[in-house]
């Protein structure tokens, strides 16, 4: 089936399977690398990127169903500038091995993005296996103030 996808920005006309998922058709036919296949499943939102700014589970999502404006963490940053959470992840030592960053971080976006107060509920889909958990909570919060102050 052809399918259209806007992802970070660029239009992309592919050919696939019905079958295949948002996250595949990214990394398999687009090498967009930043959503990583953790746990196929769902449950660990290494591969959570925005459809329309909504955080969503790319292993989940087929990619035909696929209607809206699709981010991954590859666009979030305005060239060298990067995004203020992504800023906010750097400058809390927010990562550890780097597996689940990009899932973390475009989860904190969108809770920034709706001014979540409970963040760690928010994020709790979102799985660390080094357990940096208390770095990305403070990264999120100073990721909030920032964004408050703009």
């Known amino acids: 089936m052809d399918i259209s996808l806007e992802v970070n920005g660029r239009t992309a006309r592919l050919s696939v399977d019905p079958g295949v998922t948002l996250l595949d058709a990214l990394r398999e036919r687009l090498s967009i690398t930043g959503p990583k296949k953790g746990c196929d499943r769902g449950q660990c939102g290494a591969?959570?990127?925005?459809?329309?700014?909504?955080?969503?589970?790319?292993?989940?999502?087929?990619?035909?169903?696929?209607?809206?404006?699709?981010?991954?963490?590859?666009?979030?940053?305005?060239g060298d500038r990067l995004h203020p959470v992504q800023q906010a992840f750097v400058d809390h030592d927010a990562l550890q091995c780097g597996f689940c960053t990009s899932g973390q971080i475009m989860s904190a976006v969108a809770a920034v993005a709706q001014d979540v107060t409970d963040v760690r509920e928010f994020m709790s889909g979102n799985l660390c296996r080094c357990a940096v958990y208390p770095n990305i909570v403070a990264a999120v919060e100073q990721a909030r103030r920032t964004s408050a102050a703009l």
């Open 47 to 78: 591969c959570t990127v925005h459809v329309d700014g909504r955080p969503v589970l790319s292993c989940l999502t087929l990619a035909a169903t696929v209607r809206g404006r699709v981010t991954t963490v590859e666009g979030l940053s305005d």
